[in-house]
């Protein structure tokens, strides 16, 4: 059929022809606009990620300082542990060498003033005596392993069997012989 013919020249039937629909150009401003909006939400996401992570990386940064401090508290402890278990130590070692000071001067003392075999009353102290330095040995073995009041109350009671000791050696060399 050509342009502008109603009729077809086959068969005759009329015919109208189809209108084309006109299409129009697209805007530029249209598509401009949608770069910018894609361009733009591109860049949002971008500095929303950034973001995250800086504030991801700020968060680790603050746990692993949060780490070295707590690091650096339990050295301090341990140091400070260190030095009340080594000073608990030099304690327990002069009080243990302070018994066997004076189990040593008692052994002295019994050789000097018992000549063979000792008088009631010796024998009595004598006795005292090795009852005495047997707890000392038992109270400072426990004082290394108690906690510090009960090591403290422990320390005050081994002083004072030490005094009891002495008091005794005196009295041993004072004894009445046979």
């Known amino acids: 059929m050509a342009k502008g013919q109603e009729v077809c020249f086959a ?14 150009p697209h805007n530029p401003l249209v598509l401009v606009f949608a770069g910018v909006l894609v361009v733009g939400a591109s ?4 500095i929303i990620a950034s ?6 990386a700020s968060e680790a940064r603050m746990e692993e300082q949060a780490r070295i401090e707590e690091a650096a508290r339990a050295e301090v402890q341990a140091q400070r542990d260190s030095a009340r278990a080594a000073a608990r130590y030099d ?3 002069a009080l243990v060498a302070e018994v066997d000071d004076l189990e040593s001067r008692s ?3 019994r050789k ?4 063979g075999q000792p008088s ?8 005292q005596l090795n009852a005495e330095i047997g707890k000392l040995r038992q109270l400072t073995a426990a004082i290394a392993g108690q906690p510090d009041a009960a090591n403290d109350s422990l320390q005050a009671e081994v002083r004072d069997g030490l005094r ?3 008091t005794l050696i005196s009295a041993l060399s004072r004894a009445p012989k046979k």
């Open 107 to 109: 052994a002295l003392v």
């Open 51 to 56: 973001a995250r992570s800086r504030r991801a």
């Open 43 to 46: 860049v949002g996401m971008f």
């Open 91 to 93: 304690a327990v070692a």
């Open 112 to 115: 000097q003033v018992v000549k």
């Open 164 to 166: 009891q000791v002495r």
């Open 11 to 24: 068969c005759g039937q009329h015919v109208r022809e189809r209108a084309h629909r006109f299409v129009l």
């Open 120 to 127: 009631p009353a010796q024998a009595r102290l004598i006795s």
